[in-house]
């Protein structure tokens, strides 16, 4: 995480909040780091272009949804998404267009319900889904078995 706070900031993205090491009392024998939020980010900087699975938010300014879409499509990555909207006809818009796994409207990316298919699209999938039903389609063979019942229904209708 270190390393992507320092590589986002000799970017030029600006360091808006947090981005330290904690280490004093209740942090001292482990490895926190502090929310970190990140502005004046540009689509082609790494911390942008790649997945960081710790507590940096990168925040992107777009003029309208159209934009947003573009900004969030513009990544190899689509394991999750989240629009905030009180326009219902623009949630289906971006639910359509959104090129993620999961997409939540009004409701951070964190987490997901148990019951419900988990993955990514792009570089962020495996192919198969986690969790829901679809878990276990992953640890499923599937075989197609083809009968022909009338082939020799002459020489079985001798033993019957």
């Known amino acids: 995480m270190l390393e992507y706070i320092g590589i986002g900031t ?3 993205a600006r360091l808006t909040f947090g ?3 904690l280490q004093d009392g209740e942090f001292a024998d482990g490895y926190y780091v502090e929310p970190t939020i990140f502005t ?4 082609d900087m790494r911390i942008a272009r790649e997945e960081i699975f710790g ?4 925040v992107f300014k777009a003029s309208n949804l159209q934009e947003a879409v573009e900004i ?4 190899d990555f689509g394991l999750s998404s989240s629009i905030y909207t009180r ?6 818009e971006y639910i359509n267009t959104a090129e993620t796994g999961m997409v939540h409207v009004n409701a951070p990316t964190l987490g997901g319900e148990v019951h419900m298919p988990f993955g990514g699209l792009g570089a962020s999938g495996t192919g198969q889904r986690e969790q829901g039903t679809e878990g276990f389609d992953f640890f499923t063979e599937t075989i197609s078995v083809y009968i022909d019942h009338s082939a020799g229904a002459k020489e079985r209708s001798r033993f019957i």
Do not use: F, I
Request: proline share 4%; glycine share 8%; hydrophobic share 30%.
């Open 10 to 12: 000799e970017e030029g």
């Open 19 to 21: 981005g330290r090491h």
């Open 40 to 43: 004046d980010v540009k689509t």
């Open 55 to 58: 507590p940096v938010l990168c």
């Open 72 to 75: 969030s499509n513009d990544v």
């Open 87 to 92: 326009d219902l006809v623009q949630a289906y």
